[in-house]
C-alpha cells in the first residue's frame, strides 16, 4: 500500500503523522511511504531523514493526496485537505466530529473512508490512540495554567505552589480519566491544593489510593462542583464522552462566583468543551477573557511539544497503520472489534453512532458497512 503523509497544516501544529522509524517499519513490511516535504520539520526530522527511512518525498500536499491509498495525520483534516479526499482513501487521524458539523459534511461528500483515532478502543476499555496524547494534555494543562495565572498574563498572580508562609493556588480538576490524572500528577507535584472530580466509583478508588492526602478525590455533584469551582483559582475541564460532545459543567453564571483573574483550561474542546463559554483559541492567541475569568481554550495543546507528542503518538498508532496496510481497511476492521470502533465514515455514511446523534445523521453500524 502506498500510505500519504502530508504536512500539518493547522495553526501552530507540528507533529508529523508518521516519524522516520515508523517510515522504516512500514518499508521492512513491503508498503511505500510519500512524505510532503518539510512535514518532519517540526520535530526535528529532515526530508533526508525520511529519504533515509525509505520515503520517497512529494513536493506538495496535493501530490500526496492524489497518490496515496491512505493518508496518515495528526489532526483533523482541514477544508483545504478535505476538498483533496476521494472515495476510495483511507484517512486515519484525529476527527473529533461531534462538535465539528462542517467537517463531517466534507468527509460525507468526500466518500472517504475515515478512521478516528479517538475511538479505537482496546480489550480493557480503555482508548489507545487518545491516551498518549491525553496524558501529554493533562501535563501540559498545569503547565499552561500556571503560566496563565501570572499577572502579566492576565492572571490573578498566584504561584501554585505558594511558598512557605502562603498558601498555595487552589486546582479544580473535572473528571479523573488519563486527563485529569496527570494534571493531577503535576499539581500535586507543585504542592498545588489539588481537588479531583470525577463520577465513577472504580476511578474515584483508584485515584483516592494514588494521591492519599496529597489531593481532595470528590463525586462529582453539582452543588460541590459549584463550590469548588467558586473558591479555584485554577480550574482544568478534563472530561470525555467518547466520540459524542463534551458535557457544559461550568456555566457562565459560575463564572461570576469565580474570583477575578482565575484561570479555566479546557482540554475537552476538541470535543466542545466542557465549560459554556469555551471558544478554541490557538497557541498564537491561547487565552481571552469573560467576565474576568482568562480561558485556555487551545485546539491542539499537545502540537506544542510536538516532538515528545509525536513519538508517543507513533507508538500507539504504528501497530494500527500497518494492519490497515498489511491486511487493507476492510479485513482490519472486520478482525479487530477496537479498531472497528475507530470507523467514523463511509461512503457517505456515519458510522460512529455519537457523533451520528449530535449531528442528527442517520446511523450506519460499521459492521453493516464491512458486510455491504
Not at 497518490?67 to 495528526?74: C, E, L, R, S, T
Not at 473529533?96 to 473512508?113: F, I, N, Y
Not at 502562603?166 to 488519563?178: A, E
Not at 479487530?336 to 442528527?360: F, M, Q
Request: aromatic content about 4%; hydrophobic content about 45%; some cysteine.
Amino acid at each position: 500500500m502506498l500510505i500519504g503523509v502530508p504536512r500539518e497544516i493547522k495553526n501552530h501544529e507540528y507533529r508529523v503523522g508518521l516519524t522516520p522509524e515508523s517510515v522504516v517499519e512500514l518499508i521492512h513490511a513491503g508498503h511505500q511511504v510519500l512524505v510532503e516535504t518539510g512535514a518532519g520539520n517540526g520535530i526535528g526530522a529532515s526530508d533526508a531523514d525520511y529519504r533515509d527511512g525509505g520515503a520517497a518525498i512529494a513536493g506538495d500536499a496535493a501530490a500526496v493526496f492524489r497518490q496515496a491509498a491512505m493518508i496518515v495525520k495528526v489532526k483533523e483534516p482541514q477544508a483545504a485537505e478535505r476538498a483533496m479526499l476521494r472515495p476510495d482513501q483511507v484517512l486515519f487521524t484525529y476527527l473529533h466530529l461531534a462538535p465539528d458539523p462542517e467537517q463531517t459534511r466534507d468527509l460525507v461528500k468526500s466518500g472517504v473512508t475515515a478512521i478516528a483515532y479517538e475511538t479505537v478502543t482496546d480489550a480493557f476499555g480503555g482508548l489507545p490512540l487518545l491516551k498518549p496524547m491525553s496524558q501529554v494534555a493533562g501535563r501540559m494543562s498545569i503547565q499552561a495554567g500556571a503560566t496563565a495565572l501570572e499577572k502579566a498574563h492576565g492572571g490573578r498572580g498566584v504561584l501554585l505552589g505558594g511558598v512557605p508562609g502562603v498558601q498555595p493556588g487552589k486546582v479544580v480538576i473535572l473528571g479523573g480519566g488519563v486527563v485529569g490524572f496527570h494534571a493531577a500528577e503535576m499539581a500535586v507535584g507543585l504542592q498545588a491544593d489539588v481537588t479531583i472530580f470525577d463520577k465513577n466509583p472504580a476511578a474515584l478508588e483508584r485515584l483516592s489510593g494514588h494521591f492519599g492526602a496529597k489531593a481532595r478525590v470528590l463525586y462529582s455533584q453539582k452543588a460541590a462542583l459549584a463550590a469548588s469551582v467558586a473558591s479555584a483559582d485554577l480550574v482544568i475541564g478534563a472530561v470525555l464522552i467518547p466520540g459524542a460532545e463534551a458535557p457544559k459543567l461550568v456555566t457562565r453564571a459560575m463564572l461570576k462566583t469565580m474570583k477575578p483573574g482565575a484561570v479555566l483550561v479546557d482540554v475537552a474542546i476538541d470535543q466542545g468543551g466542557c465549560f459554556e463559554t469555551s471558544r478554541p483559541t490557538t497557541h498564537a492567541d491561547p487565552t481571552y477573557v469573560v467576565d474576568g475569568i482568562v480561558h485556555y481554550c487551545v485546539a491542539n495543546m499537545p502540537g506544542a511539544v510536538a516532538r515528545t507528542s509525536t513519538y508517543a503518538l507513533n507508538n500507539a498508532t504504528l501497530p494500527h497503520v500497518l494492519r490497515l496496510a498489511n491486511l487493507g481497511w476492510r479485513e482490519a476492521l472486520a478482525s479487530d472489534p477496537h479498531l472497528r470502533a475507530g470507523l467514523n465514515i463511509w461512503k457517505g455514511r456515519v458510522t460512529c453512532k455519537p457523533v451520528a446523534e449530535a449531528l442528527n445523521y442517520e446511523h450506519l453500524d460499521p459492521e453493516a458497512a464491512l458486510a455491504a
